[in-house]
């Protein structure tokens, strides 16, 4: 099995990385999969809710550190100008 590009072995923990309310969701579904289908909609239901609000805090981040290198640049800028113009 590959992901991103990567082969992924059997024994690799597919959610490393997850926090624990997402990996005991994840734990849930799969045993309610099996003994109560109608049960494990709802913790998908919740996990779609997890993920969404993750998404948009990471597109929060994304639009903020969009301006952050420009602004860097701009800064780096004046501040040669500034310092040479104090020289001058």
Same mark, same amino acid.
């Given at each position: 099995m590959? !992901? $991103?590009g990567t082969i992924i072995l059997e024994n690799e /923990? @597919?959610?490393?990385g997850l926090s624990i309310e997402t990996k /005991?969701?994840? !734990?849930?579904? &799969?045993i309610l999969m099996n003994s109560h @289908? #109608? %049960?494990s909609v709802s913790k998908l239901d919740d996990l779609a809710s997890i993920i969404?609000? &993750?998404e948009n805090v990471y597109k929060n981040i #994304?639009? !903020? /550190? &969009?301006w952050s290198t @420009?602004?860097? =640049? =701009? $800064? %780096? %800028? %004046?501040?040669?100008l500034f310092g040479a113009m104090s020289i001058l």
């Open positions: 590959t !992901r $991103g /923990n @597919p959610h490393e /005991n969701l994840i !734990r849930d579904i &799969k @289908p #109608e %049960l969404s609000s &993750k #994304e639009m !903020r /550190n &969009k @420009p602004l860097a =640049v =701009v $800064g %780096l %800028l %004046l501040t040669i």
